[in-house]
């Protein structure tokens, strides 16, 4: 390892020369307090930034260990520091002058919800060292390298970074103190959640709606929630204490009430209470099984061998639709096989909304079921499915519905939703029901989908040419060598930095697992246990590990596999 002093000598010794020239900047320097290490460097001032780490022994920044003893208190702990150090570095970004993305300082930005970062590590495994992995624009003058203002950057501006943000003596004990406890008050509802036999939890008093549809803080002056007694529960919190709000219980649960009430604005909260959030948000005592899936249509995705014939059989043309595949679904496929692809998943509770889902896979209605036989509908709807997937599988649904009178008839919860305030109506409506009978229906027996189909390997072209450049060309959305794969409609993604690690992982799954044997849950399986063990250096064994990324849930490995095309198999 290097000293602080030879880095200064080795930048005074490249100051004017050609960009090139920072590369011999690359190494590992002592500074005393902590470790610089500057892993890769840009090819230009206007390229993608250096990438930097700085490692901080726990000597140094003796944070106590019960801060992070656990998984969630540790990526509470993480988040907790990562916003803080954003905070300092942000002061300095683009204070050292130059061309391109000179003096550029940035680091991950977080959102409202807390994920495990690269961009902020605690190594608990070995001996507590805090690691901040960030972005820095060398200085350049044109191509000329400007070593003088990257002294500045390395020398004054860090320095202060860490000892502001990074250090316990230095730090806010109170909101530390309370982010801790959040974590574990959290961890605890959802555990009690599952004892309790509960689908989801909204405490009393949670702000859900949003200031707009592009922005993710809570509105100023928004409604506080309030459950229906029938449904209050109250538990007792290690840190907060006692806690009331509405516990939705395990089964089929119906969410109505007229447009703008708070129906969607209510399932939105639920679809990300499977993360836990940051106080101030007024979610953040919003907590949903945490393998809960939205369900939609996704019209024009790939579907890959997928059995859908709990839901569609018997199509005119004869087609096997107990290893279906097409690469442009229709609305009714694509929610068949996202359910299907779900239950493989492991999912225990399914979101939908009815505005974003096929009308024809949720219900038929009386009159359609006079004049189309049952023997000429090929697909038997979501409606005549729901009851058995809690019974048989135990999943339950939480459903969004403003048109269709139909799905009271299945619901064992009825909550209204009245200017956001939701009450529950299900006594009402079991009362209304038999003033308005289904008709008599006979779908197919219920059977669990076959859940054994092999991931896609590479073609022998692909193979040989190793054809896997990945690049993100959006939150939602990269390329793996010439195949584009749309995670749009993957909802529960909440930040850029899942997209990039669900990039790498089918990269990886790509180049270790297509053995033409694998499983796509096997394979799901192997890549999130390696996450949760390992993090991510098992990715980049050979490599330095990057900002910039941050741990989906099992769900969502499962539907960027599902997602890929590959080789047709």
């Given at each position: 390892?290097?000293?602080?002093?030879?880095?200064?000598?080795?930048?005074?010794?490249?100051?004017?020369?050609?960009?090139?020239?920072?590369?011999?900047?690359?190494?590992?320097?002592?500074?005393?307090?902590?470790?610089?290490?500057?892993?890769?460097?840009?090819?230009?001032?206007?390229?993608?930034?250096?990438?930097?780490?700085?490692?901080?022994?726990?000597?140094?920044?003796?944070?106590?260990?019960?801060?992070?003893?656990?998984?969630?208190?540790?990526?509470?702990?993480?988040?907790?520091?990562?916003?803080?150090?954003?905070?300092?570095?942000?002061?300095?970004?683009?204070?050292?002058?130059?061309?391109?993305?000179?003096?550029?300082?940035?680091?991950?930005?977080?959102?409202?919800?807390?994920?495990?970062?690269?961009?902020?590590?605690?190594?608990?495994?070995?001996?507590?060292?805090?690691?901040?992995?960030?972005?820095?624009?060398?200085?350049?003058?044109?191509?000329?390298?400007?070593?003088?203002?990257?002294?500045?950057?390395?020398?004054?501006?860090?320095?202060?970074?860490?000892?502001?943000?990074?250090?316990?003596?230095?730090?806010?004990?109170?909101?530390?103190?309370?982010t801790f406890e959040l974590a574990e008050d959290q961890t605890f509802i959802r555990k009690e959640i599952h004892r309790l036999g509960l689908a989801a939890f909204v405490a009393d008093g949670s702000i859900l709606p949003r200031q707009s549809g592009v922005s993710d803080l809570p509105m100023k002056d928004g409604v506080a929630?309030?459950?229906?007694?029938?449904?209050?529960?109250?538990?007792?919190?290690?840190?907060?204490?006692?806690l009331s709000g509405m516990g939705i219980p395990r089964g089929i649960t119906l969410i109505v009430g007229g447009g703008y009430h708070g129906k969607?604005?209510?399932?939105?909260?639920?679809?990300?209470?499977?993360?836990?959030?940051?106080?101030?948000?007024?979610?953040?005592?919003?907590?949903?099984?945490?393998?809960?899936?939205?369900?939609?249509?996704?019209?024009?995705?790939?579907?890959?061998?997928v059995d859908i014939s709990l839901f569609i059989n018997d199509l005119p043309n004869g087609r096997d639709t107990t290893s279906f595949s097409t690469l442009d679904a229709s609305g009714s496929t694509s929610q068949a096989a996202g359910t299907v692809e779900s239950i493989e998943a492991e999912?225990?509770?399914?979101?939908?909304?009815?505005?974003?889902?096929?009308?024809?896979?949720?219900?038929?209605?009386?009159?359609?079921?006079?004049?189309i036989s049952r023997e000429k509908e090929p697909i038997t709807p979501f409606l005549e499915r729901a009851q058995d997937l809690y019974e048989k599988a135990g999943i339950s649904t939480i459903l969004v519905a403003g048109s269709s009178g139909a799905f009271f008839h299945i619901a064992d919860t009825v909550i209204q939703m009245d200017c956001y305030h939701p009450v529950d109506i299900t006594e009402k409506v079991k009362t209304l029901c038999k003033d308005y009978p289904l008709s008599p229906s006979s779908p197919a027996p219920f059977r669990m989908p076959s859940a054994k189909r092999i991931f896609a390997r590479p073609s022998k072209k692909q193979a040989d040419r190793r054809d896997g450049k990945i690049r993100q060309r959006s939150k939602d959305v990269f390329s793996i060598g010439k195949e584009e794969v749309d995670l749009r409609y993957v909802e529960q993604i909440k930040d850029s930095e899942q997209t990039a690690s669900l990039a790498l992982?089918?990269?990886?799954?790509?180049?270790?697992?297509?053995?033409?044997?694998?499983?796509?849950?096997?394979?799901a399986d192997l890549l999130y246990q390696e996450l949760k063990q390992n993090g991510y250096s098992g990715f980049f064994r050979n490599s330095y590990i990057p900002g910039g990324y941050a741990i989906p849930r099992l769900q969502e490995i499962h539907a960027c596999l599902n997602r890929y095309r590959g080789e047709s198999r």
């Open positions: 390892m290097n000293h602080a002093s030879d880095l200064k000598k080795q930048l005074l010794s490249i100051h004017r020369k050609s960009y090139p020239a920072y590369k011999s900047l690359k190494g590992v320097y002592d500074f005393g307090e902590y470790t610089l290490s500057i892993d890769h460097v840009q090819g230009d001032p206007f390229a993608s930034p250096s990438h930097v780490t700085i490692r901080i022994p726990f000597s140094v920044h003796r944070f106590p260990k019960d801060l992070y003893k656990t998984p969630e208190t540790k990526a509470a702990f993480e988040d907790h520091l990562l916003r803080r150090f954003a905070s300092q570095i942000r002061k300095f970004s683009f204070q050292a002058k130059g061309s391109g993305k000179s003096g550029l300082l940035s680091v991950s930005s977080c959102g409202q919800e807390i994920l495990a970062r690269t961009a902020c590590e605690i190594c608990t495994s070995k001996d507590s060292t805090l690691i901040f992995r960030f972005h820095i624009g060398f200085p350049a003058n044109g191509r000329t390298i400007n070593a003088t203002e990257l002294e500045k950057i390395l020398f004054d501006f860090l320095p202060s970074c860490v000892e502001r943000g990074c250090l316990y003596r230095t730090c806010d004990k109170k909101k530390l103190t309370e929630f309030s459950s229906p007694e029938s449904l209050r529960v109250t538990l007792h919190l290690p840190h907060r204490g006692s969607s604005t209510l399932l939105k909260a639920l679809e990300t209470g499977v993360y836990p959030h940051i106080a101030g948000d007024g979610r953040e005592y919003v907590i949903t099984d945490e393998s809960a899936v939205k369900l939609r249509s996704e019209d024009g995705r790939i579907i890959k061998n999912s225990r509770l399914f979101l939908i909304d009815e505005d974003t889902s096929a009308t024809n896979f949720m219900v038929r209605d009386t009159f359609m079921q006079q004049v992982l089918l990269g990886y799954a790509k180049d270790h697992y297509s053995d033409g044997k694998k499983t796509i849950p096997e394979i």
